[in-house]
């Protein structure tokens, strides 16, 4: 008998409290992931970028066993596990190439595009990239994704699409609209898989929206994999450099551009479409839309709108250097432009927007503009409207606004206040939403 207890005690020790030792040490580990994922969460709540901007998992509790394995194939760390189940945590950094729901073994992921507040924003889009007209895809800023670094990945996954469609008798295989960050990727991927593309650009230059951007402007993007040229090794750049970069690219790899050259019309042709530019027409199987969205912007619809001096972009702060300016927007683009035109000399900044809080900023971003404003370097006015422009001045309604010594709310409801040009500065105004 003591010889069997003593074999017991023996494999007890042996066996036992390894196994316990191992499942607390679970535990604590589990406990610790969740603690950092509930901040993390918290954390982009609180930074208004749990919004996510393109496709992205929709995890459903009931079916998800907390497996861990779509957590460990996100590569962007964008997955956590709270309270037992699976959630999306850091949406900003969600990439939508989809490897969360192959690694799923219990079918509770889906992918999807746009959600209850941002479901009008961007197209339909499915986990190929392939629009509800079967053939024609989207990519980069079009689809919501207007990240360099993810851009540059959906133009390769939206290739990778293509070329697995049967390609039929039609001179090219792929029509690519826009030589943005997305376009670009996509021509790279057409050429190293052998597609018939061409790529058209509307403007005389390559970069897309980059290629917009103000002076000088300090581009934050992230290493990422282009198809031919291998890694594209950048942490912080910028504009300037950025674009040679891309015109390295193209020269080295041979790529053509047709610059100049704007899509006009699409039609049904079978299985594929002919495509209608300003300088001819291309029948091809399918059609990747990489233009993003500046071609075409977004009007307020309010009288004195159509004033030379209301611009949707800002090109250089200095031109503008002891002026006063109206930024209207909340992403990065508009504060962006309100803290550059406040670093001028002798400028006046207003920086509106209509929601109770900026959505989708980066946090440095935040933090410069939390500075200019400390600094009384810029004014910030949340929930407020632009509602007339006139020569001199812009009428905002807002619930509650305070200009120099004028303060006005009445019980909560809109009120007008009237910024008019000191010293008959004219007052500018920049639209970014």
């Given at each position: 008998m003591p010889d069997i207890l003593s074999s017991n005690t023996t494999a007890l020790l042996l066996y036992g409290v390894p196994f316990l030792v191992f499942v607390a040490w679970h535990i604590a580990r589990r406990r610790g992931n969740e603690r950092k994922s509930t901040a993390l969460l918290t954390q982009a709540i609180e930074a208004g970028l749990n919004e996510p901007a393109s496709l992205h998992p929709v995890i459903d509790p009931n079916r998800c066993l907390s497996s861990m394995a779509c957590v460990a194939a996100c590569p962007e760390q964008a997955i956590g596990v709270i309270d037992g189940k699976a959630q999306l945590v850091n949406a900003a950094s969600c990439i939508g190439h989809g490897a969360c729901r192959t690694a799923c073994p219990h079918d509770a992921i889906q992918l999807v595009f746009g959600t209850s507040k941002r479901g009008m924003d961007i197209p339909l889009v499915k986990?190929?990239?392939?629009?509800?007209?079967?053939?024609?895809?989207?990519?980069?800023?079009?689809?919501?994704?207007?990240?360099?670094?993810?851009?540059v990945e959906q133009g390769r996954q939206a290739m990778e699409s293509v070329a697995k469609l049967k390609r039929g008798a039609f001179p090219y295989d792929v029509v690519i609209i826009g030589a943005g960050p997305a376009g670009i990727s996509a021509s790279l991927a057409a050429k190293e898989k052998s597609l018939r593309s061409v790529t058209v650009e509307?403007?005389?230059?390559?970069?897309?929206?980059?290629?917009?951007?103000?002076?000088?402007?300090?581009?934050?993007?992230?290493?990422?994999?282009?198809?031919?040229v291998g890694k594209m090794k950048f942490g912080e750049v910028s504009k300037e450099r950025l674009l040679e970069f891309w015109k390295d690219v193209v020269k080295?790899?041979?790529?053509?551009?047709?610059?100049?050259?704007?899509?006009?019309?699409?039609?049904?042709?079978?299985?594929?479409?002919?495509?209608?530019?300003?300088?001819?027409?291309?029948?091809?199987?399918?059609?990747?839309?990489?233009?993003?969205?500046?071609?075409?912007?977004?009007?307020?619809?309010?009288?004195?709108?159509?004033?030379?001096?209301?611009?949707?972009?800002?090109?250089?702060?200095?031109?503008?250097?002891?002026?006063?300016?109206?930024?209207?927007?909340?992403?990065?683009?508009?504060?962006?432009?309100a803290i550059d035109c406040a670093d001028e000399s002798g400028t006046t900044v207003t920086l509106s927007y209509r929601s109770e809080a900026f959505s989708r900023v980066k946090p440095k971003n935040r933090e410069r503009l939390q500075r200019a404003e400390a600094a009384r370097r810029l004014r910030v006015l949340l929930s407020s409207n632009v509602e007339e422009i006139a020569a001199d001045s812009v009428a905002l309604s807002t619930a509650a606004v305070a200009w120099g010594d004028r303060e006005s709310a009445v019980h909560g409801l809109a009120t007008v206040a009237r910024y008019a040009a000191a010293h008959g500065h004219r007052m500018y105004c920049f639209w970014y939403f």
């Open positions: 986990p190929n990239f392939e629009t509800n007209v079967p053939g024609i895809f989207i990519a980069g800023e079009l689809g919501g994704m207007g990240l360099i670094r993810k851009a509307q403007e005389d230059s390559f970069g897309g929206t980059v290629y917009h951007y103000p002076r000088n402007k300090v581009v934050m993007t992230a290493p990422v994999q282009l198809p031919i080295r790899t041979g790529i053509k551009i047709n610059f100049f050259e704007r899509m006009e019309t699409v039609k049904p042709d079978g299985q594929g479409f002919v495509v209608r530019t300003s300088r001819q027409e291309y029948r091809t199987r399918s059609i990747l839309l990489a233009m993003g969205r500046r071609g075409t912007p977004r009007k307020l619809g309010v009288r004195g709108e159509e004033q030379p001096k209301v611009v949707y972009r800002l090109v250089d702060p200095e031109q503008y250097r002891g002026q006063h300016v109206l930024v209207v927007g909340g992403g990065d683009s508009a504060l962006e432009a």
